[in-house]
């Protein structure tokens, strides 16, 4: 991305992140997360290469691989404006060599990576990624400014890392090298619809949003602005539409609920729409949990728009989110890069509650809307046409995409591949 592009975006990718750590949440090494994936924005390819990592004694491989790949954020986002999927990474044939406190992992990986339908997407990549995963504070400070430049603070400098900078060397052994091979992704899927029949199977559309303040908690902020400028559009299309106010808390700003009912199928059906604000979702206490637990445990759409904060706000939300058995749900995260952010735990948590037998991937009920870039403000207009497409139940995820969605997020639909939906 151009430096004063990149610049301008910012401020949606989350300033305020300040103790985002580099090392992974601890989870399996075998992927049992779905990769399967479309797009009408991105070329979606299977990035696969052969690694080496350093870890502590006490990682798995898959947890410093991940660790590791981190860096591939600022790497593919400095040179192609791609984004990858770094939390779903298929590791397998790890070999371990143990030496006291730390072990040498070497092995494979493959991950689903975006890459902008307007460039050529690559066949080869070159990789320059930290070779010690238990040493990253010292390679930070070695290379912060010389091979990219931190701008939210040298823990966080795999988010601009850059080893393509001019001037950038490294010294040996202080990065594995590898050439990755990209390939159209076997399993990307195209004209595929969200469950519609699941969203409506009970005459109601309950829908879920949560706004982060984007630069200042007032009215004035763009978080605001966007909440009311969707529950005024949406209200325009109820009957006996009604929006009330709760009162504010310690962390939830504002929380107002819009009612009424929609036309749909020749009869009359409910919606309600719960809207959260909040200073930022990570940061939030037990107070936003009373509201938005039992309304995530409901919901047929959750909407989460804001700073990703590094991933902290994204991890945040998905640990907060209540899963109930067979409640089909469509989830947007509007933030910036959160593709690379969502990692196994909510499908774990899906095929759990529904079965591993009836939902192995825990896909069955849940899909995925991401963003592979750094996102910008669009005042809910994208929000706007996933909910729209609800009303109507007719519109596929690729047609939802092309309307109103910006082509410059790379956003990406993942969970959708066993979804049985036809008009």
Request: glycine content about 6%; hydrophobic content about 35%; overall charge negative.
């Amino acid at each position: 991305m151009p430096s004063v592009l990149r610049s301008s975006l910012l401020v949606a990718c989350g300033v305020a992140a300040l103790s985002v750590a580099c090392s992974a949440p601890a989870e399996p090494d075998a992927r049992d997360a779905n990769d399967a994936l479309s797009s009408s924005h991105a070329h979606l390819l299977e990035m696969t290469f052969e690694g080496e990592v350093v870890a502590r004694a006490a990682e798995t491989p898959r947890q410093a691989v991940i660790t590791q790949l981190q860096y591939l954020s600022g790497h593919l986002s400095t040179d192609g404006d791609a984004g990858a999927q770094i939390r779903q990474v298929a590791v397998v044939d790890a070999r371990e060599t143990a030496s006291g406190e730390t072990k040498t992992i070497r092995y494979k990986a493959a991950l689903p990576v975006a890459w902008p339908k307007d460039s050529q997407a690559p066949q080869s990549y070159e990789l320059v990624l930290p070779r010690d995963a238990s040493a990253l504070p010292r390679f930070n400070a070695t290379y912060d400014g010389k091979c990219g430049q931190s701008v939210y603070g040298q823990d966080r400098f795999w988010y601009d890392y850059n080893p393509r900078a001019p001037g950038c060397t490294f010294a040996d052994g202080d990065v594995m090298r590898a050439t990755a091979t990209l390939r159209p992704h076997p399993r990307t899927t195209q004209d595929r619809y969200p469950e519609y029949d699941k969203v409506w199977a009970d005459d109601k559309l309950e829908i879920v949003m949560v706004n982060g303040v984007i630069a200042s908690d007032n009215p004035s902020d763009e978080s605001y602005r966007e909440v009311d400028a969707i529950l005024s559009a949406l209200g325009s299309k109820l009957e006996n539409a009604q929006r009330t106010e709760a009162p504010q808390t310690r962390s939830v700003r504002r929380d107002q609920t819009l009612t009424g009912k929609v036309q749909i199928g020749g009869r009359l059906r409910d919606v309600v729409v719960r809207a959260i604000n909040v200073y930022e979702v990570e940061t939030s206490l037990d107070d936003f949990d009373a509201v938005y637990g039992p309304a995530s445990a409901d919901a047929d759409i959750i909407v989460y728009s804001g700073h990703s904060g590094l991933g902290r706000h994204i991890k945040s939300l998905l640990a907060r989110t209540k899963v109930k058995p067979e409640q089909y749900q469509v989830m947007y995260l509007y933030g910036c890069n959160t593709f690379e952010y969502v990692g196994t735990e909510i499908f774990r948590e899906k095929s759990a509650k529904n079965g591993e037998a009836r939902d192995p991937d825990g896909t069955k009920f849940l899909d995925v809307v991401s963003t592979a870039r750094p996102a910008y403000g669009d005042n809910g207009r994208s929000t706007l046409a996933l909910l729209d497409a609800m009303f109507d139940a007719k519109r596929s995820y690729n047609e939802i995409l092309s309307s109103a969605f910006s082509s410059m997020h790379l956003t990406v639909v993942f969970g959708e591949e066993d979804n049985a939906f036809q008009p």
